[in-house]
């Protein structure tokens, strides 16, 4: 199990750029794959970026394509890692709560996108973008 604790959001104009972190601590930490997820209001939880244990790969939904990219640090002492998700050219659409999300895998390079899948989760910080 990991503990995971996000930053970054908060309030941007449409066109601006907002990175939030995603501070994963835990004895094994180093094993997981890491994602992002997010819900706004009456919408379900939807995959936004993932990236393999190594940091190598990554993956993206289509609505986030080309504006957001995901990123790890692996440089810590094995016990925390970092992830980033860079966002870039933010709409109003993309106003959401955004959670972090790790799962456990034995492969360097697998990637996952649905969210039951995941069985950690951070508490999730809210992005607004205005118009």
């Known amino acids: 199990q990991v503990q995971l604790v996000e930053s970054g959001g908060g309030l941007v104009q449409a066109g601006g750029s907002l990175r939030l972190a995603c501070t994963a601590s835990?004895?094994?930490?180093?094993?997981?794959?890491m994602s992002w997820f997010r819900q706004a209001p009456v919408r379900e939880r939807e995959f936004s970026a993932a990236?393999?244990?190594?940091?190598?790969?990554?993956?993206?939904?289509?609505s986030v394509e080309d504006r957001f990219t995901i990123s790890r640090d692996n440089s810590g002492d094995g016990a925390k890692n970092t992830v980033y998700l860079q966002m870039d050219s933010l709409k109003p659409e993309d106003t959401a709560v955004y959670y972090c999300?790790?799962?456990?895998?034995?492969?360097?390079?697998?990637?996952?996108?649905?969210?039951?899948?995941?069985?950690?989760w951070g508490q999730g910080t809210q992005v607004t973008v205005s118009s």
């Open positions: 999300a790790a799962r456990s895998t034995p492969y360097l390079t697998s990637l996952y996108t649905t969210p039951t899948t995941y069985t950690d």
């Open positions: 835990g004895r094994t930490v180093s094993t997981y794959t």
């Open positions: 990236v393999s244990r190594s940091g190598t790969y990554a993956t993206y939904s289509d």
